[in-house]
């Protein structure tokens, strides 16, 4: 396995930070407990850390010297007694080669190795900076942590080749799954078994946990955007929304499909269906250098009120339809955002943007111009939610181009939404979600989960 | 669903707290979001309050007026926003319904509710401690939270017919997915893919989440006796420890299965296995009421010292032997813990016990009379730990006892535990563990293993 490129990141890091001396140290997260319980939260790495570390263990911290360019790690201590229990730990010479670092310390050497390089200045983040504080004893300069956080954020928002690869790799696991799933669940199965194979299978093949609280919506519960009750059964005749992705070497996917309980769409369902990938297609073919995350938006809304006009949910002029906003009440959610390391990654609203203040806008997760090496989600989704279609009734310049009575006829297919993964490149963009999402290729398998007696998803 | 007996719960906290009027008030868990990130931690409730409501769901309390005996339930408020991504929440009467309380108010209503019953004092826990005292804003009067936390513990000690169904199922659910990985892995597999298929199958069959992070330890990794990596592959001519269970109904089970890689225990893991089996044997016919938690301790100790004295790996007198806490090096943790709501389940040290010091003892994680109604964990193991067999040998006492070229010989079979989950009874025990644990019984699950082709674990 190729070594995670925690040394580069810190050079990113120190570039953005603009700083040509002093020193960066920040903490990695530790073990967490339930309340008045010895039961461990199952721990994952604070994201920062990991991506300045690539340590995916408690306990540990790291340094980077800026004008000397050299990364320190500092590693957790073991007793004797602990290793009885969680085995013996590699020795500093073994750490430094497996995570790229210059030098190795244990954590109890912080303050005085730190101290040694004499720095002119200590750079820390917000949920480091009182250990940090108190380990310099007043004797360290310590900036604002929020510039270093600025600084991390903004070099995560561009991925290197390795993290490609790591989020190429999440996303052929996860895609394997959910296709796993459209090959075999049948009507009746439990919404929480679906969610099980899809977790079973990506832990199975090396996936470090769920991204997200995964998703199963069957019907009407489609149309609650972040269902993870997954409290019902798959009925024949709906269709399914499967919202679920596994992180892999640190890194998140975010996956949806949706498809037919049945081995076919019924005609609504692939009415919408064809217009949700219809939304997709148009801001895959836009996305690259250049172009703004908000204009994607637009673009989705434009396609939207296009197809959902010309089956007859939505009527009157295309400008007053995207004036007053009218795809927002049928796509209450922003386009897509930005991943990596989180699944809702850093770097979404630069420093001094605002969010815009509108249906469906209002929750876009990232505005800003496009660039190479940027990772997006892009997830049209178009739902039939009683609440929001109730405020859309209530205002009329809205009102005016919706045909309720159409709207009614299609209620009963609660939601679609189809999420692909993507990374822009120079020339536009990378899709590295690889399950179908073709009509013709998912009803070629959901007619796979039916032609079988064998299969069970359990 | 029956209803989970909360208000029963509340007033057996009520009896042990000794008080015949003021009000219990406590809080449930809030939803954790990771450092830096809005990724949520899947939300598991606080045990004290989920033995105390019912409730698995962030941003609730629950109440107890001691005198009237009125259980009374807050919930959470959601918008109107918030309830397009989570959905529309049930009404206060049908939240007293399901929950089984005698009234329901939203949570911003505590402070009227709480002191229009007047009372006399107002209990809560530590962690709902500073809450509790703010919203009384002086005027209630407040004992120490210390009171209502043992009571709440040794209330949870005892558990009632409906937990023991709970725990019953979750023991089936996870009895199920061992038995379905002894009848499926082969040498070759990933540890981690026997993990996936164990939290898949469980999750699927209605599993919340695992009550602690599976030990999946091929061969020597079993000598690490909280081995989590799960980073090796299974390897012929091994055995290999699964400790793995499921929380269903938000109560845990804790079991694990040692078995051989291959179709068949080698002769070293098959004399081990043997005695490790004869020791849990010992100790579940000894387990009734009125015994003591740490005489099975001894007990497994005893019947382990003969098995290893019949094999030559111990020499000497077993008074000797014993005197000297030999085996406690072979077995360098604990017979077992209480088990309920969470894994290692409270009141196992009732205030003023104190632990043992000696090997092995040093970690029994109770110290008190069965009673019925309890339940527990019956765990033997014997180990082959580097670090632990070191300090027997330079250990006169005890090395006099061991011949250690004899250990040599047995060391590749790195560790066999044998785990069930047990109930004690008037008479005895329930065993609420349902897979194989007999020699021939494994080996014929394992020959089903490997006698298809088509059986894969992922």
Redesign the interface.
Known sequence: MSIYPAKQHLAATAAQLGADAGVILVFG?ST?V?????????F?Q???FFYLSGVNEPGFAAAYDVASRTAILFARHVS?DE??????QPSLRELCATYGFDAAHPVAEISAVISGLRPAAVYT???SAERVAALGSGSWVLPEAALL?AAVHEARVFKDDAEIAIMRRANQISSAAHEALMRSARAGD?E??L?????????????QY????SIVAGGR?AA????T?NGGALADGDVVLVDAGATCGGYASDITRTWPVGARFGAEARAIYGVVLDMQRAVLAACAPGRLWEDMHALACAEAARGLLRLGLLRGAADSIAANHVVGFFM?HGIGHLIGI???D?GGYPPGTPRIDAPGLRYLRARREMRARMAFTVEPGLYF?D??LAQARATPAVAQHIDFDVVARYRGVGGVRIEDNIVITESGHENLTTCPKEIEAIEALRAEAYASEATT??
């Open positions: 997260g967490l339930h309340p008045d319980s010895d039961t461990e939260y199952e994952h604070d994201s920062n004797a290793a009885v229990w969680i085995g013996e983040l917000p949920e956080r439990a929480a078994a969610r099980g194979r899809f977790v079973g299978l990506t832990l199975a093949r090396g996936a769920e991204a997200y609280g519960s609650v955007l972040h269902y009750r209450p989180d699944t809702h850093v939610v609440a929001v998803v359990a």
